[in-house]
């Protein structure tokens, strides 16, 4: 059985940093947490062109690696596309799956997200499926929808098996790189959208304990981390700017005893 109660950190690094600067950054972190003794998960989430080097340093750390994206297919004729095999033969634990900025620039839809999701379990790495609403959608009144909607869309019809596990992301879209996040009463509200769902979708309440986390993301700092993972209304951040500065990814998981 997986161990879902420790809250998880995630730095999702986007497409910010060269291989040169990546590797810098995360020698830094892994330098930083050494003695660190907290009861948390870490992952790091770098571009493709960094995660055989960057997996190479966290090996000797407790830091998991994660990837940006992942295609749906085995191996094949998929110019450009990098399957969940190859990401876990280069030591990759979680994925990040349907980004809002993957869903808006490149028009991934909640059907690729189902079949990316597949391909990761099948391979007992973790998702990390990022759900969220634009402000339009809020703004129309559609917040819970769209929710709904893409959390279904991503989970109907896949069953969890013992030591497989899920976390889902809620990302609103118009707080990402916002430089402001949620009220943590709204994160709280949301997570309690998408437990009812997961319990629509047969995912029994016990198994939202123990396999499936909720998490937030979209404009986390050190600021506000305690009143998000500190209060335990989530189980954890999906980091994106923050997460960039050493110091400031570094303060925010200490705060998390
Ligand atoms: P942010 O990004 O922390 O910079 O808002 C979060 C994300 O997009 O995952």
Known sequence: MPNTSKPIFIANWKMNLGLKETIELTKKI?????????????????????????????????IQLGAQDVFWEEKG????????????????????????ER???????????HQKVKCVLEE???????????????????KDYTIIKQVSGALKGITLLKDQEIIIAYEPVWVIGSGQAVDPKEA???NQVIRRTLI?????????????????GGSVDSKVINEFVGEHTVDGVLVGGASLKEKEFVEMIKKIK
Do not use: W
């Not at 869903?103 to 997200?113: A, G, I, K, N």
């Open 103 to 113: 869903r808006q620039y490149l028009h991934e839809t909640d059907r690729m997200v």
């Open 188 to 190: 709280e509200y949301t």
């Open 77 to 100: 004729a998929y110019t450009s596309n990098i399957s969940a095999a190859m990401l876990k033969e280069i030591g990759c634990k979680y994925v990040i799956i349907g980004h809002s």
């Open 30 to 62: 892994t330098g930083d947490l050494k003695s660190f003794k907290g009861n948390t998960d870490i992952a790091i989430c770098p571009s493709f062109t960094a995660l055989a080097e960057v997996s190479k340093i966290l090996k000797k750390s407790k």
């Open 200 to 216: 629509d979708l047969f995912f029994p309440v016990e198994m939202l304990g123990k396999s499936i986390r909720i998490i937030y």
């Open 124 to 142: 007992n790495l973790i998702p990390i499926i990022c759900v969220g609403e634009t402000f339009e959608e809020r703004q129309q009144g559609n």
